[in-house]
């Protein structure tokens, strides 16, 4: 089992809220990425970071940001959560290219 | 542009039957392509993962199919069993840049009747 992590499972807030959506991974992996996922359809890359300090915005475009300052955690913020943020976002690491890419279990974030 | 095209985008098989997930992709150059499995509501587990020189891999009940020529992969589920349900997803990496991108399709979603 993989140990990459992220919290909370499931959050409910209203529009306006700043929220963090935590990831941490004990595996030392440097390439850490956040993915966003309707029901039913694919993963979109929103973040990654090739290590501490690196952070680059991926093919969907997000309100999200994110830091990168130790190699084991990689949060997510949304500085004013709307409805339109009401989504499943997914966390993963890898070594590189070659390796597994592994995922957390998801946070299911709903705006009212 | 690279895409990833999956076949059917939904499968209902009686439970202990045999089935196979098509795979089509046109990511390129091409480094390896991955099979995961998502329950609902949870994080993708990985089943298998197959480099350019890989025809075949199996795990279990799973084997995966790789023909790079053309660009196409399958996914073989033996003896199905309740705890398959779930969406299966086919990830074709780049190897164009140095992040190795990964590329989703939407998944299959498998139900296994009993």
């Known amino acids: 089992e993989a140990d990459i992590y992220q919290t909370p499972r499931y959050l409910v807030i209203g529009t306006g809220k700043k929220i963090t959506l935590e990831c941490s991974q004990t595996?030392?992996?440097?390439?850490m990425y956040w993915y966003q996922q309707d029901p039913g359809m694919e993963l979109h890359l929103i973040h990654y970071?090739?290590?501490?300090?690196?952070?680059e915005k991926g093919d969907l475009s997000s309100e999200s940001t994110v830091s990168r300052i130790r190699t084991e955690h990689f949060p997510l913020t949304l500085e004013s959560a709307r409805p339109s943020h009401t989504s499943q976002y997914l966390c993963?690491?890898?070594?590189?290219?070659?390796?597994?890419?592994?995922f957390g279990q998801g946070t299911r974030l709903t705006v009212v | 542009k690279n895409q990833v095209e999956q076949s059917p985008q939904s499968l209902i098989i009686l439970e202990g039957k045999n089935c196979t997930l098509q795979?089509?992709?046109?990511?390129?150059?091409?480094?390896?392509l991955r099979w995961y499995k998502q329950d609902t509501g949870r994080g993708p587990v990985s089943l298998t993962i197959?480099?350019?020189?890989?025809n075949t891999k199996s795990n279990g009940r799973y084997t995966a199919t790789l023909d790079a020529d053309t660009k196409q992969s399958s996914l073989h589920i033996t003896a199905s069993q309740l705890s398959d349900s779930a969406s299966y997803i086919c990830?074709?990496?780049?190897?164009?840049?140095?992040?190795?991108?990964?590329?989703f399709g939407r998944g299959t979603q498998l139900t296994v009747w009993p």
């Open positions: 993963a690491s890898s070594t590189g290219e070659w390796t597994e890419a592994f």
């Open positions: 595996m030392g992996h440097d390439k």
């Open positions: 970071s090739y290590g501490v300090n690196s952070t």
């Open positions: 795979c089509n992709y046109t990511v390129s150059p091409f480094s390896n």
């Open positions: 197959m480099t350019f020189s890989e």
């Open positions: 990830v074709v990496s780049d190897r164009g840049s140095t992040l190795g991108r990964l590329y």
